[in-house]
């Protein structure tokens, strides 16, 4: 009849909504590469709504960190390992010294430089966004070859120069940003060199490239307040402690978290 007809098509329009509010509220899965200390992890965690699903770290200190705060996400450990893991963002800091000042800057011919692996990753996880990190050096030495290599698996990618400040920081540590989607949308206008707030404040010291120095310590003490400093890092009496080391090879998270917000 009719009415069983109508109650019929109203259960199966149920379903279907029941569905579609499922798929909507389906996290969306990342996978973090290079983890360190877990700041991009920390930075998903703030947003809400994605799920780490793995880590790729072999540092045994920032392995522990990682245990700690994330026992239910497995480490893959060298990113040689993972093979074909589907997820919807892939984010990391691959290693920088083949780029960093303090090395030699061999660029690409150092054999700690792993971007080649961390595409193979990309490539195989059918990943629509990508969120890497490193250090400025890197402009001369190997971002144009990124970039294409993004744009060679079907990504729209950029690249931009964020230090620290621009989130707030009470020190500048610039660094490049590349953010990629399989789809030519941009991100709100975060292309290019982002202007510190050291720029903004005023002050007058540059680098050689014209870039502003960060925050001094003459800076207000309202900018520091900013920042949680329950925190302290121990002082060893010979060498460097884990903690310094694994904050100095750790992303700001909260650039991270506005770069995944856009």
Known sequence: SMFMLLLRCRAVGKNLLQMRIKKLMKKIKHLDLFSGIGGFALAAKRIGGIET????????????????????????????KIKNIKCDIITGGFPCQPFSSMGNGDGKKDDRYLWPEMLRVISESGC???????VPRIINLALDDVLDDLEGQGFSAWAANIPACAAQAPHFRPRVWVVAHRQSIGINGVVGECKSKAAEDGESGRH?????YGINSTMPASRWETWDGKSRVCRVVNGVSQRIHGLGNAIVPQVAEQLIRC
Do not use: C, M, T
């Open 208 to 212: 050689s490239d014209g870039r502003p």
């Open 53 to 80: 699903i793995g880590f790729s770290e072999i540092e045994q200190s920032a392995s522990d960190i990682l245990k700690h705060h994330h026992p239910n996400v497995r480490n893959y450990g060298d990113i040689r």
């Open 128 to 134: 629509k966004w990508v969120i890497a990190e490193n």
